[in-house]
């Protein structure tokens, strides 16, 4: 839909297989392709949102073929369910890290460049399973974690935009 309304956009998918192993492109691909055929721009990119290196180089691909960025989506996700007394500390890890570090891993480095831009947004995704579900404590951990990650980050870049309305830079 953001590529309907002209927007450049880069696709980031691991394309691994529900249990998290594998790996293709083809994900990634057939959604650029899909986009593409509908007269629209977009770029691939296989990067794990999971690490920082990941988070930045798919900043870094936005700014290589688009020059800026204006909007940033994370809705990576994988689901690990299990009851609380049987999960893993794998299972617990996977989930966290692809939906709440994950979120850290693309946000920070896109907010430095809208801090320096003075304008963007940043749109991530929760779930109603942030207030508990049954079977599902990593993600609903994950999920509500999310929520006080992108409540802070509208506070943090608001409070600089105020600033540099003033004339003042703090930050």
């Known amino acids: 839909l953001l590529a309907q309304e002209g927007a450049k956009v880069v ?23 899909e ?7 977009a770029v691939a990119n296989y990067d794990s949102v999971a ?14 073929h688009f020059g800026k960025i204006d909007i940033v989506v994370h809705v990576a996700g994988i689901l690990r369910d299990r009851m609380l007394f049987n ?16 979120a850290f891993c693309i946000i ?5 460049l809208m801090r320096a831009q003075k304008s963007g947004r940043i749109i991530a995704f929760s779930s109603g399973s942030a207030a508990g579900n049954s079977g599902q404590a990593n993600y609903s951990a994950a999920k509500a974690g999310i929520l006080g990650l992108i409540r802070t980050a509208a ?9 540099c309305l003033e004339g003042r830079d703090l930050l």
């Open 11 to 33: 696709v980031n998918d691991l394309g691994v297989s529900l249990d998290g192993s594998g790996g293709t492109h083809s994900a990634a691909d057939s959604a650029v392709k």
């Open 108 to 112: 920070r480095p896109a907010a430095a």
């Open 51 to 64: 690490t920082p290196e990941g988070g930045q180089a798919i900043i870094q691909t936005a700014l290589d």
């Open 155 to 163: 506070r943090d870049l608001a409070v600089r935009v105020a600033q």
């Open 87 to 102: 999960m893993s500390i794998e299972e617990w890890d996977a989930v966290i890290n692809v939906h709440l570090r994950g």
């Open 35 to 41: 986009i593409q055929d509908t007269g629209g721009t």
